[in-house]
């Protein structure tokens, strides 16, 4: 028996003309989390990212001498792309500001999206899937490896829902409740896999619960 512990990237840079970079507090999560791996004495076997630099750059804060294994089904959807297909590139000015706007819309963008009504840059719900999906059968081979996998809120939820057998619309609701650098266990056996633990911040807790952000 063996796990999969999928971690969300630590805060990007929401707002900016670059988002894909952690802020200076995504930093300071993902260092938190390698630290509290680091007391808990959690040993990983192999270490897998998407090539985001978020995502790499959250996987350096945890671990700055882990071996990189690349696999682009951990890459986030292009969010911006997304929405600008939702609405026919007739996008409000304040979308990717808004935290409260922005969230409002991707569900519904998603949602369409999940329906076949719109592809991203001709990538269809169904290709994103199958790419996750690949990911996750890749990552999880070798039963007995604990694995760290440093990944977006898309991805994590749709493997979640997958593992659930829950609707894919299920998929939205999880994504939109992600933390930056939450933990979501899985364990691996040669059977099954069986979620263990979903979106937990135990580096973020007490006098650090300000630190817990979503976007």
Do not use: C
């Not at 899985?186 to 807790?205: D, M």
Request: net charge neutral.
């Amino acid at each position: 028996m063996g796990s999969l512990i999928l971690v969300r990237h630590g805060q990007a840079s929401f707002g900016a003309k670059n988002y894909d970079k952690l802020s200076e507090l995504g930093h300071l999560q993902a260092r938190l989390l390698g630290k509290f791996f680091k007391e808990e004495e959690v040993v990983f076997d192999k270490f897998f990212t998407g090539n985001m630099s978020r995502q790499l750059e959250t996987l350096r804060e945890i671990n700055q001498d882990a071996e990189l294994n690349i696999l682009k089904g951990l890459n986030e959807y292009d969010a911006e792309a997304l929405m600008r297909s939702n609405f026919s590139e007739n996008l409000p000015e304040d979308i990717f500001k808004d935290r409260k706007s922005y969230f409002r819309n991707i569900r519904s963008a998603m949602k369409n999206w999940q329906d076949g009504g719109q592809d991203i840059k001709n990538n269809t719900w169904a290709n994103f899937k199958r790419g996750v999906l690949d990911s996750l059968h890749k990552m999880t081979q070798n039963k007995d490896e604990n694995i760290l996998a440093i990944s977006s809120g898309g991805p994590i939820s749709l493997i979640v829902t997958e593992i659930l057998n829950a609707p894919s619309k299920s998929m939205i609701d999880l994504h939109l409740q992600i933390k930056n650098s939450s933990i979501t266990k899985i364990i691996t056996t040669e059977n099954s896999l069986y979620l263990s633990e979903f979106n937990s911040t135990p580096h973020l807790i007490k006098d650090k619960s300000n630190l817990v952000t979503y976007s």
